[in-house]
């Protein structure tokens, strides 16, 4: 499964969600290849995988064959990093990178490939969203979030993207919530939307800098829910 977590603003929470995905599908035996669109390179950054000699630059670069760019970062969790000069890369056929990943022989190698691009609208946002199985849009509870959603999700569903398009209300904090939001997401998005939201993590801080830490066993039973809605999966079985 390709699994892209999108958003049209910076700061939504995509490559926490990403991440978080990520270590949860390993502990379960899932083998996971992450693909960093971003040139901020976060996610390359969260498994210390930064200014290496091949990257996602130079996967859609080429054709996709023969390409050296596959760094492991954990058990069953392989990346091929992100580049600063991502932004030099415009001019690639939206598609190029779902081709590539079947070309290479990753959509058959992988449980599932999990791609986190900018958060905004460009070639490799594109080439992110024509790749997905499903697409996940994060947005926190705030209006900014909600209107940022609210817009990419009905785009997209006006480009009539194929991809099971969902959205995750993130860093869920009841105290601090924009009142009243969370019941505008449920109206606007109905069975799109996790029916349960990315709680407010305090200890993010640490899981980012370290993904071996151990979540707290609450927020880590939320986020296998999590998990489980999106893949379409329960717990333990298989894909
Ligand atoms: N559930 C959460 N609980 C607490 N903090 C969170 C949560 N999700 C995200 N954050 C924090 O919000 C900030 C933005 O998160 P993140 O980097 O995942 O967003 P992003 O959408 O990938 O951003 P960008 O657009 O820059 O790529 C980070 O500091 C992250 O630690
Ligand atoms: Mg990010």
Known sequence: MILTVTSWKGGTGKTTLAVLAAIILAARGKRSLIVDLDSNCAISQVFGQVLKDFTSMEFLSGNGEN???VY????NIDIIPGSLNNML???IMDRQLKINLKRA?????????????PGYWGA??????????????????SRIDYEATRLYFRTLRECYIEANTLVCVNAFNAESNLPGIHDEYKSEFGEFLLAEPVPYIKSLKKLTSDPDYTLQAGIRKRLERTVDAITGTKGGENA
């Open 67 to 69: 390409f050296k760019g």
């Open 72 to 75: 492991s970062a954990r058990q």
């Open 89 to 91: 890369l415009n001019n």
């Open 105 to 117: 022989g990753y959509t058959e190698a992988y449980d599932y490939i999990i791609i986190d691009p």
């Open 124 to 141: 490799h946002t594109r080439n992110a969203v024509f790749s997905a199985d499903t697409i996940v849009i994060p947005g926190a509870c």
